[in-house]
């Protein structure tokens, strides 16, 4: 039977442990480089397993003599772990604990950028338990706001853009009163744009895209008392990042941002000067869109969204009738 690559890393990792040619410091660096290399584009969840199960033996190895490896493979389990599929709270608390604990001695002995990154993983992990009433959007913003300070847009760009975007989606997730509640959004819309001044469609196109397609989304379901102004806005947003993604090279996110646009040309009148001549061309565009989105839901068989988008091509279809009934009708 073939041993998988994770197989292989793991029994090269324990064979560097025995060899007595190998320093300590240099088993503890083999370790983590092997883990690394595993969760960088993980097979399955094994691989992520095997390298936490490297990481864990690299910690051990550390004790109290190499601290500053010791730290780095705390916050390289961490990410394994956040990365591991599922639901539940075990795993994330255990990346919290891992981020924060590395945190402690890497603020000590560390580069700020490594600082920065082990701060930017943690805010992620915060975000994330919030649902468990474990962290609150404002803890895991400061921990973000602080990882800005080092990751800077001139220097930083990828890392800039997604730490604003975590920022962005941090604000949107918020509850807040009321009458707070569009300053919330207002701030999320402003740092979806800080991020876009760091990155370009040519040299950072993924984070390029999902900018543009959380902008859109944001701008969409903005309060405003111009929401047309706002559409058209989300709407160029919409098409910015259709320049990336597209139904051959990224067909889950080519659906996510077309079913995005086609809610807001559900709403979106054809002549934002003469709004009350309706939107036929944009509910016929529409229910293109929504087809296109739910046959690719399906196909990867992502059932809750294609159900959802099911729902909004069969209110375009009845809304398409209804124009056409009073067409005929005037």
């Known amino acids: 039977m073939l041993q998988t690559i994770s197989d292989t890393s793991v029994k090269a990792a324990l064979n560097a442990i025995e060899s007595e ?9 083999m370790l983590i480089e092997m883990a690394n290399g595993l969760q ?32 780095r493979a705390l916050a390289g389990m961490g990410t394994a772990l956040r990365t591991i599929p599922g639901e539940g709270q075990d795993l994330l608390l255990e990346a919290k604990e891992a981020y924060e604990t590395a945190l402690e001695i890497l603020r000590e002995q560390a580069a700020p950028e490594e600082v920065a990154e082990a701060e930017m993983n943690l805010g992620m992990v915060l975000q ?14 400061q921990v973000s706001q602080r990882a800005l300070s080092k990751f800077t847009a001139d220097k930083h760009p990828q890392e800039y853009a997604i730490l604003q975007n975590n920022i962005a989606i941090a604000y949107l997730s918020m509850t807040l009163a009321p009458e707070r509640e569009s300053m919330g959004q207002a701030m999320a819309v402003q740092s979806f744009e800080s991020a876009l001044k760091a990155v370009n469609l040519i040299e950072h196109p993924k984070e390029y895209a999902m900018l543009q397609n959380n902008l859109a989304n944001a701008l969409q379901y903005l309060p405003s008392l111009h ?18 993604r597209s139904a051959k090279d990224t067909p889950l ?19 934002p000067k ?4 309706g939107n036929y061309q944009n509910l016929l565009e529409a229910k293109n869109l929504y087809a296109q989105a739910q046959e690719i839901f399906c196909q990867y068989s992502e059932v809750e969204k294609a159900t959802v988008v099911s729902e909004a091509l069969s209110a375009v279809e009845a809304e398409l009738l209804l124009s056409e009934t009073q067409l005929t009708n005037s």
């Open 128 to 141: 994330a338990l919030v649902p468990y009433n474990l962290a609150t959007m404002q803890q895991a913003i």
């Open 253 to 271: 996110e080519y659906a996510t941002t077309i079913s995005n646009k086609a809610n807001l040309l559900y709403n979106l009148p054809d002549n």
């Open 21 to 29: 040619s190998a320093t300590v410091p240099e088993k503890i660096q």
């Open 227 to 244: 929401p047309i102004e706002n559409n058209l806005r989300a709407l160029s947003a919409y098409n910015e990042a259709l320049k990336v």
């Open 40 to 71: 960088q584009k993980p097979k399955d969840i094994q691989q992520l397993h095997d390298a936490i199960s490297l990481y864990q033996q690299a910690i051990e190895l550390s004790t109290q003599d190499y601290p500053l490896l010791q730290a």
């Open 274 to 277: 003469h709004p009350e001549a």
